[in-house]
C-alpha cells in the first residue's frame, strides 16, 4: 500500500483530517518564509491530539543547529526533512539521532541525485524556478517518466505538484511507493481541506504498484532510510 505524507500542516481541520484518514507521516513545516510555518509551540498543541501512529516529520531549510535543538525540546519529531546546500545529514543524524530526509529539486534527468549524501531518504519534487522565494512547497511536477530508469540511491518519495485527480497517474508513471503533498490538499495558501486530505489519502492508498521503486526500493532496507524502520 502507497505511504503518505500530508506536510505543511497548521490548524485542527488539516491535522484532524489527515490522522483519521491514515496519512503516515505529518509535516510540520519550520520555515518562517512559508506560508505553512507553523511555531513550535503551536505545532506541539496540535500533534498532542493524537498517538503517534502517524510519524511527525520537521522540515527546515538550512537549520543552524538551535533552531533544531528548540524544536526537539517542544514537541516529540520522528525525523528531519531538510532543505539546503547548507546542511551535512551524516552530522545531523549523530547529533540528534534522528533519520535525515534531503529534499531534492528535479528540472531535468541531470537533477536527479546519484548520491543520498549521508541522508537516509530523498524526497523529489519539481525544481523551483528563479524567482521562487522558498526552495519548495511550490506546487511544482517533475517529469515522472524520469525516474523510470533512475537508479535511486537511497529510498525515496514523489513530491511536488501532487493533487488528488492526478497521484494515482504519479504513482502508476513514478513507482512511487509513498507520496508527498502540502498545497495539493489546500484551499488557500497554508489552509488545510479535510475533503481533499482525505481523497488524496484514498486515491493514493488505494494504489499499489506492481514495481515501487520508492520508500522500498534498496537493498536490505524495508522502509524509508533503513535507520527509519521504526516510521
Not at 533519520?99 to 531534492?104: E, K, L, T, V
Not at 489552509?191 to 489519502?201: C, E, N, P, Q, W
Request: glycine share 10%; proline share 7%; with cysteine.
Amino acid at each position: 500500500m502507497t505511504r503518505v505524507k500530508i506536510c505543511g500542516v497548521t490548524d485542527e481541520v488539516g491535522f484532524d483530517a489527515a490522522i483519521e484518514a491514515g496519512a503516515d507521516w505529518i509535516g510540520f513545516v519550520f520555515f518562517p518564509l512559508s506560508p505553512r510555518y507553523i511555531a513550535p509551540e503551536r505545532a506541539a498543541v496540535l500533534s498532542s491530539r493524537a498517538g503517534q501512529a502517524s510519524k511527525r516529520v520537521a522540515l527546515f531549510v538550512n537549520p543552524d543547529e538551535s533552531a533544531i535543538e528548540h524544536v526537539l525540546r517542544v514537541l516529540p519529531i520522528d525525523l528531519l526533512q531538510l532543505y539546503g546546500t547548507e546542511i551535512n545529514p551524516a552530522a545531523l543524524r549523530v547529533r540528534f539521532g534522528l533519520p535525515i530526509w534531503r529534499s531534492c529539486g528535479v528540472g531535468i534527468e541531470g537533477h536527479l541525485p546519484k548520491s543520498a549524501e549521508g541522508a537516509d531518504g530523498l524526497v523529489l519534487e519539481g525544481r523551483p524556478s528563479s524567482l521562487a522565494t522558498r526552495p519548495g512547497g511550490n506546487a511544482r511536477s517533475l517529469d515522472w517518466s524520469l525516474l523510470q530508469g533512475w537508479i535511486p540511491p537511497a529510498p525515496w518519495i514523489l513530491a511536488g505538484g501532487l493533487t488528488p485527480s492526478n497521484v494515482q497517474e504519479a504513482i502508476r508513471i513514478s513507482g512511487a511507493s509513498a507520496v508527498d503533498v502540502s498545497s495539493g490538499v489546500e484551499r488557500a495558501p497554508g489552509v488545510k481541506d479535510a475533503g481533499l486530505i482525505r481523497s488524496f489519502i484514498n486515491n493514493a492508498k488505494a494504489l499499489s504498484p506492481d514495481f515501487a521503486r520508492g520508500v522500498d526500493h534498496v537493498t536490505n532496507r524495508s522502509s524509508v532510510g533503513g535507520t527509519m524502520a521504526r516510521s
